[in-house]
């Protein structure tokens, strides 16, 4: 059955520092992987597809299907950056999405 | 402003009663879909639309309907059947494959 799993509900950083928001997937096909940001009294938004292969806010995530895994990467993390962040896997032709529990990232000034 | 307008935005039901969360979206999507959104279980779905006057169900249909007569409009309707319906609602639409989605704000049903 298709999973994704965020092993870490809460990441505390200081500022300036780098992140990685850790996400593993289990799915027999092919995948495709987004990364999803919910700042505080706003709506869920897209941040980033892995087939786009882009770099948002300077956020990057690379698919490794050997290990699974679509971990969300920043080298520097700002105070902006604290949010709630959501990985997840669509399928059947991105008709069905399911989604990671969700990391809360923290940055400390 | 394109994008997906949900409402009420918050909504108390007594138990026993129906009650139809409102999800329009003036983005051309063909796609639209419901997710629940509880407390450190992420988000399940429980309906979803590729296309006008055709729906799936989800993960977690059960106690739920929809109906999609229009493109734009994607309502969902919580019944008395629903056991735990508390919970946070988000309408979700999208263009196609790899595109992502587009949220709504978002209703919060509680029942009373």
């Known amino acids: 059955a298709q999973r994704v799993t965020q092993p870490e509900k809460l990441l505390s950083v200081f500022k300036g520092a780098p992140v990685e928001l850790k996400c593993n997937y289990s799915?027999?096909?092919?995948?495709?992987l987004f990364w999803y940001v919910q700042y505080s009294r706003q709506r869920l938004q897209l941040l980033l597809r892995?087939?786009s292969r882009e770099s948002i806010k300077g956020f990057t995530a690379d698919l490794n299907k050997g290990e699974t895994s679509f971990h969300l990467k920043k080298p520097f993390a700002q105070e902006e950056d604290s949010a709630m962040y959501y990985c997840?896997?669509?399928?059947?032709?991105?008709?069905?999405?399911?989604f990671g529990a969700g990391t809360r990232l923290f940055v400390k000034a | 402003d394109g994008g997906i307008t949900q409402s009420p935005k918050y909504l108390f039901r007594k138990e026993g009663q129906n009650v139809t969360l409102s999800c329009e979206q003036n983005?051309?999507?063909?796609?639209m879909y419901w997710y629940r959104q509880d407390p450190g279980q992420g988000l399940r779905l429980i309906y979803y639309?590729?296309?006008?006057?055709?729906?799936q169900k989800g993960d977690i249909a059960e106690g739920y309907s929809v109906s999609r007569e229009k493109k734009e409009s994607f309502p969902l309707t919580v019944t008395s059947a629903q056991k735990n319906p508390t919970a946070f609602y988000l309408c979700?639409?999208?263009?196609?494959?790899?595109?992502?989605?587009?949220f709504g704000s978002g209703t919060r049903l509680t029942v009373v």
């Open positions: 979700a639409s999208s263009s196609g494959t790899g595109h992502g989605y587009t």
């Open positions: 799915y027999s096909g092919s995948p495709e």
């Open positions: 892995h087939i």
């Open positions: 997840a896997l669509s399928y059947t032709g991105g008709f069905k999405t399911i």
């Open positions: 983005l051309n999507h063909d796609a």
């Open positions: 639309s590729q296309i006008v006057n055709d729906f």
